[in-house]
């Protein structure tokens, strides 16, 4: 790939998870639970800057989380995307959490002979996102189920179940999986033909129940 220096932005699962990979070698930097996603994110990123050894200006690409996950992380990751974007003329490409999560699974070799699995993501109060990712590459949409409804598909189906949260519901054959260098790297990789022929596209935050904002 021509472009050496791709940043990635995820501000949605809770969490500032920023990377840079350049050159093939990988630099993250991470705050769990911030206090401040607006205030925290700038020295994080500069942070990472001085660490990859590069200048703002030598960002060829940003891909950034479009969710799903915190409406209000999902909106300032978006927002600094198009701001570095604006000043450094970088092109940025979306890319959604479920993907993320499930590359996280399949590259970390947890299970070599999985069919179909269901990825799931916390959401607001006791909800959750859900999507079924099947071997058939047949994925279901995107879907919204209640902690209720969660325990019980749990006695139906033995289904592996990944996601970003505790297993505090004791969810039969679940992985706790949050994207890191491998997950980033596939996604990379997945957005690799994006990255040679890109072409804008506007980006939509993945709001798999109407948020109220929006109404």
Request: glycine content about 6%; aromatic content about 10%; hydrophobic content about 35%.
């Amino acid at each position: 790939m021509k472009y050496k220096n791709i940043l990635t932005i995820e501000t949605s699962l809770g969490r500032i998870f920023l990377s840079i990979l350049r050159d093939n070698t990988f630099f993250s930097k991470l705050i769990d639970a911030p206090r401040s996603i607006e205030e925290d994110i700038n020295k994080l990123l500069d942070d990472l800057i001085n660490e990859a050894k590069i200048k703002f200006n030598d960002i060829d690409f940003i891909l950034v989380s479009l969710g799903p996950g915190s409406f209000t992380g999902i909106r300032i990751g978006i927002s600094a995307a198009k701001a570095l974007s604006l000043s450094t003329g970088a092109k940025i490409i979306g890319y959604s959490n479920f993907d993320s999560i499930l590359y996280q699974f399949l590259e970390s070799k947890k299970n070599k002979n999985h069919k179909d699995i269901e990825v799931l993501i916390k959401g607001p109060g006791n909800q959750f996102y859900k999507k079924i990712f099947d071997s058939n590459n047949k994925n279901k949409d995107n879907q919204m189920i209640t902690e209720k409804e969660l325990k019980e598909s749990n006695y139906k189906d033995k289904m592996i179940k990944v996601g970003n949260f505790l297993n505090t519901l004791k969810i039969k054959n679940y992985y706790l999986c949050i994207p890191g260098c491998l997950g980033i790297k596939s996604i990379i990789k997945k957005n690799e033909k994006n990255l040679e022929s890109y072409e804008y596209k506007e980006l939509e935050p993945i709001y798999i129940k109407e948020h109220y904002a929006k109404k």
